[in-house]
Nanobody, 128 residues
Framework: QVRLEESGGGSVPTGGSQKLSCAVS????????LAWFRQSPGKAREGLVA????????AIADAGHGRFRASHDSVNSVFYLEGHGLQPEDTAIYYC?????????????????????WGQGTQVTVSS
């Protein structure tokens, strides 16, 4: 069983930065495929970055390239997402997710259906 809890959301001015955290509680303590997603009102959930806790980032969406960076603190089991140069279109609920195993690969890494465990999300609002 994996439990995820995001934190760090809030209001950010245009051009600002924000760092989100996801506390990962994993009974198995095993290597995991984690990811950050976001969802804006009226839009589908969008994958930003996928991260293998054993090797590092494995996929990043065009929307996140150059502005979003994921990292993982293996000692404290915290998964991070840093965003820079944020724009109003980055306003969304941000979710972290964990896959059930490491079979997720390639084009499936940023698809919501590839992930079994989800946090409750944290709202990020970028004001213009």
């Amino acid at each position: 069983q994996v439990r995820l809890e995001e934190s760090g959301g809030g209001s950010v001015p245009t051009g600002g930065s924000q760092k989100l955290s996801c506390a990962v509680s994993d009974d198995t303590k095993s290597r995991r495929m984690l990811a950050w997603f976001r969802q804006s009102p009226g839009k589908a959930r969008e994958g930003l970055v996928a991260f293998d806790t054993g090797s590092g980032p494995v996929a990043i969406a065009d929307a996140g390239h150059g502005r979003f960076r994921a990292s993982h603190d293996s000692v404290n089991s915290v998964f991070y997402l840093e965003g820079h140069g944020l724009q109003p279109e980055d306003t969304a609920i941000y979710y972290c997710a964990a896959a059930a195993d490491l079979s997720v690969w390639g084009p499936y890494l940023l698809l919501p259906r590839s992930y079994t465990y989800w946090g409750q999300g944290t709202q990020v609002t970028v004001s213009s």
